[in-house]
């Protein structure tokens, strides 16, 4: 398969995998890990993530106007955890969902080591708002070897956890002051 081949499929959200001499599919996943760290190289992390949920939402809506189903009326548990066997299979990371006061923490464990981990605010800021039907923003609230950890909330709560984290905050007094050390 060619590179521009392969740059167009990315771009759509999606990577066609072919064997090298039949050119035959072998699968679709919703994205590779490899191919999106090269492009995350010249491209911005945040926006790039965006286009990715984009598309991949695109795609999700058009496999469920088969059916009776939408998006909304999917159990957030359902959607959660086709989520999570959509990182997981791709090899991206495994993904939880945890409810807090005012906002929700993401956990990727395992993740793909990306330089720039802002691709998944991206990405969860755009998924998340299209499948609300609401404007959500995400951001990277802390990162070590075992996981990554996002914050999705409303555009204000966000912004006032985004100041907190740039004025030295740890991430256990923003849990602590939103009364969410349950999530810790």
Not at 101 to 115: A, E, G, H
Not at 130 to 143: G, N
Request: proline share 3%; aromatic share 12%; hydrophobic share 40%.
């Amino acid at each position: 398969m060619s590179s521009e081949k392969v740059y167009q499929n990315a771009e759509e959200g999606r990577l066609l995998i072919a064997d090298p001499f039949t050119d035959t599919p072998l699968r679709i996943a919703i994205l590779d890990p490899e191919l999106l760290a090269s492009l995350a190289d010249s491209t911005a992390h945040f926006g790039l993530g965006q286009k990715w949920a984009e598309s991949f939402y695109s795609q999700m809506i058009d496999k469920l106007s088969n059916t009776d189903r939408s998006p909304r009326t999917f159990l957030k548990e359902e959607f959660i955890e086709n989520l999570n066997g959509f990182f997981s299979y791709c090899g991206i990371a495994q993904f939880r969902i945890l409810e807090g006061n005012q906002f929700y923490v993401i956990d990727l464990k395992n993740s793909f080591p990306f330089r720039e981990y802002d691709i998944f605010a991206g990405f969860f800021s755009s998924l998340f708002s299209s499948v609300s039907d609401r404007l959500l923003s995400c951001i990277v609230m802390s990162q070590n070897s075992e996981r990554i950890r996002c914050c999705l909330s409303t555009p204000e709560v966000i912004k006032k956890i985004e100041s907190a984290l740039n004025s030295g905050e740890t991430e256990t007094t923003i849990l602590e002051r939103y009364q969410n050390l349950h999530l810790a």
